[in-house]
Antibody, heavy 119, light 113 residues
Framework: EVQLVEFGGGLVQPGGSLRLSCAASGFTFSDYSMNWVRQAPGKGLEWISYIRNDGSSKYYGDSVRGRFNISRDDAKNTAFLQMNGLRAEDTAIYYC????????????WGQGTLVTVSS | DIVMTQSPDSLAVSLGERATINCKSSQSVLYSSNNKNYLAWYQQKPGQPPKLLIYWASTRESGIPDRFSGSGSGTDFTLTISSLQAEDVAVYYCQQYYSTVYTFGQGTKLEIK
């Protein structure tokens, strides 16, 4: 069974940093590209970042480019999202998402971790 | 970035009736080399993460009831629920994965009339 479990959310002050982790199990992690998608309270879904299965390509949404960095550790079956320069508008549930094999639709989603940016 | 626009924003349908949600992309998401539309549909129930329903615009994910179907090509797509069940109450999102910046529609809230 595919499982994705996010860690690292919490309350952080504006301008601060946070590192999210996504622990994956139930599949060969190195075969799959991973994404992070967020959802502000009561709002819709916003894709924010992608990392290719081999780590060779990374993409970011306009709202986070230059502040967030996605990475992965295949030995630990874990994806990461380093978030710097956090703003109030970054407050959201952050979902770790696994793509389909060789295809970029979001096949499996974690339960999400809440990040709150507030003073 | 490709902008995805869903209609309507909300929809109320009687149990057993058909529900139709539309999604329009600001540019084509049909990849000519493989003739595939890079369009997916998701269902999100309150307090839960989204769930993949449809990919390649019309391929149903494993385990999804056949009352859910997707259609369309290029820039115009439709998600149809042929006979609405109570458990289908949710918000539905389309997403394009054609470009390297994936984008979602704003969501359509489906309720029981």
């Amino acid at each position: 069974e595919v499982q994705l479990v996010e860690f690292g959310g919490g309350l952080v002050q504006p301008g601060g940093s946070l590192r999210l982790s996504c622990a994956a199990s139930g599949f060969t992690f190195s075969d799959y590209s991973m994404n992070w998608v967020r959802q502000a309270p009561g709002k819709g879904l916003e894709w924010i970042s992608y990392i290719r299965n081999d780590g060779s390509s990374k993409y970011y949404g306009d709202s986070v480019r230059g502040r967030f960095n996605i990475s992965r550790d295949d030995a630990k079956n874990t994806a990461f999202l380093q978030m710097n320069g956090l703003r109030a508008e970054d407050t959201a549930i952050y979902y770790c998402v696994r793509e389909g094999l060789g295809a970029s639709y979001s096949q499996y989603w974690g339960q999400g971790t809440l990040v709150t940016v507030s003073s | 970035d490709i902008v995805m626009t869903q209609s309507p924003d909300s929809l109320a349908v009687s149990l057993g009736e058909r529900a139709t949600i539309n999604c329009k992309s600001s540019q084509s998401v049909l990849y000519s080399s493989n003739n595939k539309n890079y369009l997916a549909w998701y269902q999100q129930k309150p307090g839960q993460p989204p769930k993949l329903l449809i990919y390649w615009a019309s391929t149903r994910e494993s385990g999804i009831p056949d009352r859910f179907s997707g259609s369309g090509s290029g820039t115009d797509f439709t998600l149809t629920i042929s006979s609405l069940q109570a458990e289908d109450v949710a918000v539905y999102y389309c997403q394009q994965y054609y470009s390297t910046v994936y984008t979602f529609g704003q969501g359509t809230k489906l309720e029981i009339k």
